[in-house]
């Protein structure tokens, strides 16, 4: 039996390129995104093609239905919808703030809630939640990014704990550079949220890093991470890829905060 998959956040970016290969090796790929105009493609590969508003809990619902009542399951859970809103935390409205976290955070752990009652009732499943190398570190303007990150990373893992015994796998991709409209929506939330504040001079600074950028990883990459991930009866519980990631990460882990703070300070 092919295992049945749903990718939230499927419109682009990692999320269209591991439909895309899933499709290949034989899955029964879901595509989920309030975009549903730019799955076209993934849809004439094969893909079902669904609406959902990861913020609205009739959506959420509705999608996660559809779905067991054309397959009767779900195998992978694949948390990929999510956003970058940058500018510094004395600029981010209260209401931004709360949406980021809604959209990363809230809005996951909503649709694993629907999704967890069917994987313990076949004893078995897959949930892999992208997170980031931002779940690790930190930088000026991403703070409330950072944040959904870091609780991300936290509450990945504590759900890894509690359903275990029932067969279901829990996984956290940490994604570097990618080439993904990510960077665009950060940096144009920065600026429009700080680039006339007295954090303008951040805002430059961030614009200078993204623009010395050369070599993001393609998204391949971190869907052929998930597809590893999913294939083994006993996944990692993390998997670093992409551009940059695995350096930063072992960076940060052998240096003290207040030198990761110098460096950062030089960079923006």
Not at 52 to 64: E, Y
Not at 83 to 98: H, L, M, N, R, T
Not at 139 to 148: I, K, N, Q, R, V
Not at 220 to 246: D, E, F, H, L
């Amino acid at each position: 039996m092919n295992r049945v998959v749903l990718i939230t956040g499927a419109s682009a970016g990692i999320g269209k390129e591991t439909a895309k290969l899933l499709l290949q090796k034989g899955y029964v790929v879901y595509g989920a995104a309030r975009r549903i105009e730019q799955m076209h493609d993934i849809a004439q590969l094969g893909a079902h093609i669904l609406s959902l508003d990861i913020t609205q809990d009739t959506s959420i619902q509705a999608c996660i239905d559809t779905i067991i009542s054309e397959q009767g399951r779900i195998d992978v859970l694949i948390n990929n919808a999510g956003y970058g809103s940058y500018g510094a935390i004395e600029d981010v409205p209260i209401q931004e703030a709360k949406r980021q976290f809604e959209v990363n955070v809230f809005g996951l752990a909503r649709i694993t809630q629907l999704v967890l009652p069917y994987m313990r009732n076949q004893k078995h499943g897959y949930i892999v939640n992208i997170s980031s190398v931002a779940g690790k570190t930190y930088s000026p303007l991403g703070g409330w990014y950072h944040a959904s990150k870091h609780a991300l990373e936290g509450l990945s893992d504590s759900l890894r704990f509690e359903v275990a015994p029932f067969g279901i796998h829990v996984i956290i991709i940490e994604p570097g550079l990618i080439q993904t409209e990510w960077g665009d929506i950060a940096l144009h939330s920065a600026v429009q949220t700080s680039g006339n504040t007295v954090y303008a001079s951040y805002v430059q600074g961030l614009q200078n890093i993204f623009s010395r950028i050369k070599s993001p990883s393609h998204p391949k990459v971190i869907a052929r991470t998930i597809m590893k991930a999913i294939s083994t009866q006993n996944p990692k519980t993390r998997y670093v890829a992409g551009s940059g990631a695995k350096p930063l990460l072992f960076l940060r882990s052998i240096i003290s905060d207040k030198c990761y703070d110098r460096i950062m300070r030089k960079m923006v």
